[in-house]
């Protein structure tokens, strides 16, 4: 006999249509571990054929779960942060969570916001990748919600879980590299010291510097912002000055175009006038002609990764607080060329 319209199933229609315990049928929408595949299969079929949709309000208020992840990034633009998404989305769906995404447009008062927001829905966990590391009202906030974090490209604070690339790394190699092709006057353009993707890379290009015998020379480490509006401020700089450098990393996915445009607004092209690296193979370094050599990394493993942290430890996972560092690589291309003589 067809459904009353607007009739909405019960929990113990289910478990008659199922022919099991209302207990049962709980513990199957709770992806509880211990039902048995027979009697989890017989729900499922149940939960289909009559259309039932739990009342997730009332799950929540009873189990303190909300089979939701909240994750805060600066802005689902960004070249890369797409990839992130959808990695991290598949593996929570294909655990039963849904994931909330907020953009925080790099603004520390709009994250603290977010946290409350997401600290009052009860959402499950958070990934974050925060606009500041040494903001302690953030910090103690962060740890306030009570819920399991996970840090995007941040080490701080050290109690959290966070997955990290290797910004040193791939940078070392590409200053490395630069300086095998002749280039002495490499510049850095990249974001503040006080975080850690810009720590990285500063560090990784003093050491390949310093390992060669070139001095650092701080008018070529240009710092403050990962984006574009500064990389074309800090180029335009740079290639006024009478010793201008002859290479430049853009340490930021976003700065590449900053810097492009203040090249071409002083007639300059690439490699001829100045070799160039950016951070993460995008459309535009791809398709940029000459094609850009890039530091690059998976992000989409980044979110695998993030994801199943976070899961991990819902489930009561290890109580130390566990670091996982992506590899990144300098990949080559017709950017990068020996200084003009």
Known sequence: ?????????TIREVAKAAGVSVGSVSRVLNANDSVSPDIRARVQD???????????????MRSKISRTIACIIRDIDISGFARFVRAADETFIQAGYALLLSNSK??????RELISVIGARRADALLIAQ????????????RRIGIPVVLIDREVPDWADAVMIDHRGGVRQATEKLL???????????????????????????QALKAAGV?????????????????????????TAPDRPTAIIAGGIEMLSGVIRALRARGMTIPRDVSLVSAMNTDLTDLFEPPISVEDWDYAEVGRIAASLALQRIAGGPSEPRRVLVPSRFIMRESCAAPAK
């Open 215 to 239: 001095a650092v020379d701080p008018r070529h480490l240009r710092l403050g912002s990962f984006e574009a509006d500064f990389a074309f401020a800090e180029t335009s700089a740079l290639m």
């Open 46 to 60: 149940a939960i289909s054929q009559l259309g039932y949709t739990p009342n997730l309000v009332a799950q929540t």
């Open 131 to 142: 606009s500041s590391e040494t903001d302690k009202k953030l910090e103690e906030q962060l």
């Open 180 to 206: 095998r092709l002749g280039h002495r006057r490499i510049a850095l353009l990249t974001g503040r010291r006080s975080l850690y993707p810009a720590r990285e890379r500063i560090i990784g290009y003093e």
């Open 106 to 111: 790099g603004e520390i008062d709009r994250e």
């Open 1 to 9: 006999m067809a459904e009353k319209r607007g009739h909405q199933p």
